[in-house]
């Protein structure tokens, strides 16, 4: 069995669980692929298995790899999706950052991670993503995002009006900062900040969430994710700022645009006790008296 892994950066502190992660690699005879920047980080301070192998771009990942596995925070899985694109590699996050939605098993969970894959004792996910159309090229290869699309305002210019389209049929105008499309995925991020409300992963939707609303009746709003949803922007800037996940590009404010479902989707892996309950128990406390 192969699996990919992908870090962006060990830190001061995590020498050691990176070792204990690749031990157990060994141990249940799990061939690790590591993307190539990490590999040239660690190759001196870890020990590695001889003649390990690299992968630096999304083509490098071939059928024969089953899993990728991300090790760090949210952002760091967010990477990940955008190498495995519409391949059949299943994503494991093993939060080495904070909060840890997406990447929801801890480090100390590491080794019965490990385990489960090579056990095949886990559970897949299957999750949406949304993906943009554009009347100019834009975000390459990987238009599409698992957490959400946004549209803000150009640094200090004033708020931006973005008329907004379902099918065609006009909803909205939103004088605002700006305005987030999450997905059920997405609904404990960004929006999740801006005052959205949190959504069950496979709730089958999308959600519409304004970023600093001038009207203070205009409040977030679900929608089926089979509508297209589409927008026209007036700034007094000439620019705007549209963003995928953690990626942005700064465009003319008269670009179309519009956001649908994606043809595909991903396959996150979680251990089978943990579900998105417990997770959301976990990650915000709920049930949880702090008065003591």
């Not at 950052?97 to 801890?106: E, Q, V, Y």
Request: proline share 4%; charged share 25%.
């Amino acid at each position: 069995m192969k699996a990919a892994i992908y870090s962006r950066v060990m830190e001061d502190g995590q020498q050691k669980d990176v070792q204990l992660f690749f031990d157990e690699l060994s141990k249940q005879k799990i061939e690790p692929v590591i993307f190539q920047p990490f590999f040239e980080q660690i190759r001196n301070s870890i020990n590695l298995p001889s003649g390990t192998k690299t992968f630096a771009l999304s083509e490098d990942l071939t059928e024969e790899i089953e899993f990728i596995i991300s090790l760090g925070g949210d952002g760091t899985l967010l990477d990940t999706v955008t190498l495995v694109r519409d391949k059949p590699i299943s994503i494991m996050g093993i939060n080495f950052g904070r909060l840890g939605f997406l990447a929801s098993i801890g480090r100390e969970e590491m080794q019965i991670a490990v385990k489960a894959i090579a056990q095949r004792a886990y559970v897949i996910d299957k999750r949406t993503l949304i993906h943009l159309d554009a009347s100019i090229p834009m975000f390459g290869s990987v238009p599409y995002a698992l957490n959400e699309f946004s549209l803000h305002k150009r640094d200090v210019a004033s708020m931006i009006k973005i008329h907004t389209y379902l099918n065609g049929e006009f909803l909205n105008t939103y004088w605002a900062d700006g305005l987030i499309v999450a997905t059920p995925t997405g609904s404990t991020g960004y929006s999740l900040s801006c005052n959205g409300p949190v959504v069950f992963p496979d709730s089958g939707s999308f959600v519409i969430t304004p970023v600093a609303p001038h009207n203070l009746n205009v409040r977030p709003i679900i929608v089926p994710d089979d509508n297209i949803i589409s927008f026209e922007i007036e700034s007094r800037s000439d620019q705007i700022i549209c963003a995928l996940d953690s990626r942005r590009e700064i465009v003319s404010k008269n670009v179309q645009l519009a956001v649908k479902k994606e043809k595909f989707d991903i396959s996150l892996v979680r251990l089978s006790e943990n579900n998105f309950l417990q997770t959301l128990r976990n990650k915000l406390t709920w049930g949880l008296d702090k008065r003591n």
